[in-house]
């Protein structure tokens, strides 16, 4: 008897759950250089995640993330699209080697977006 694999939703938001996990633990280790930059490294893994999972759920690969957001924000699943705004360009700025000040700032809003995101989370797994 062969097993029926799970719906795709369960394995995307599972595989999201575990970035944020492992977002926590490094936001928990303390306040060096080498834990600030694990932590800018998770959030964009955690990022990256939260938009697959929104092209799913919304059923578009070529939506901008914005668009998925305010997409996401009509079905709510989340809300503050400016929050969002700010997420997507500090999630850009990471991705472009930021100066030590920048990274410290963003460092500084990853406790923020983390809730941001289990909340999301939590609203997409009420979807399936």
Not at 17 to 31: A, F, K, P, Y
Not at 41 to 68: P, S, W
Not at 91 to 105: T, W, Y
Request: one cysteine or more; charged letters at 25%.
């Amino acid at each position: 008897m062969s097993k029926v694999p799970p719906p795709q939703e369960k394995i995307l938001l599972t595989h999201l759950d575990w970035n944020l996990q492992r977002l926590d633990e490094v936001l928990q280790q303390g306040n060096t250089e080498y834990f600030k930059s694990a932590a800018l490294q998770r959030f964009g893994h955690a990022y990256t995640m939260v938009i697959k999972c929104l092209h799913h759920f919304i059923k578009t690969e070529n939506q901008a993330d914005v668009e998925c957001m305010a997409l996401a924000i009509k079905n709510d699943w989340t809300e503050n699209l400016s929050l969002w705004e700010e997420m997507i360009v500090d999630f850009k700025q990471i991705n472009n080697k930021p100066s030590e000040q920048e990274a410290e700032a963003i460092y500084h809003k990853l406790s923020r977006y983390q809730q941001t995101f289990k909340s999301l989370l939590a609203r997409l797994h009420k979807t399936c």
